[in-house]
């Protein structure tokens, strides 16, 4: 077998195996919330369960595509689990949790100081940091003057979702919130023609953000 044969089936193999530890990461994670946030677990049907199974497992593959064995993976397999779990949970119940949302931060700022070290690349430190509180500060704005449904717990995910944007680059700080936006908007749009113009009182925006994040981070270099 030639050499760039065997790259690309060590290639294939870890990003199936990025694939395979996000799943093992989600399942983990699942069992987590079952325990510590009970009231927001519920009871999943299947279908419900093998989807967000294989919507952690898809992600975290792609993760692995777009970063390779780099010390910045796991931080964004953090996203990735986590962003999954509160999806489910703000699509269900409009609410992301503060012991969700804040860990969430705090392994990012760990794990990304981690990578910043092992580069020697500070300065994307510096800008995910000002990424948090640049996207934290527009989201409580438009919070406390609008009336788009948008509710704290957005706004506190704001944060670490401008963490993990600024640390890549400008560009996707700007494009993920951007896109955020307007697949909010979106979402919104079809919840009133689902409601026969009926607008709902609560808008899950946090799948929108989370969405739009990970779509910057896999597609913008």
Known sequence: MSDPAVADSASLLFIAGTGLAGLGLGLLSDLLVRRILPQLAGAPSTPLRITTTALTFVLSALL???FGASPELAAYLVL?????QLSRIDMFHHLLPDRLVLPLLAAGLVLLTVSAGAH????NLLRGVAGAAILFVLYLFMALTSRNGLGMGDVKLAAPLGLYLGYLGWSQLFYGAALGFVAGGIASVVLVLKNRGNKPREVAYGPSMLAAGLAAILLLP
């Open 120 to 123: 020697g690349a500070s300065e």
């Open 64 to 66: 692995g595509w777009r």
């Open 80 to 84: 990735v689990v986590t962003g999954v």
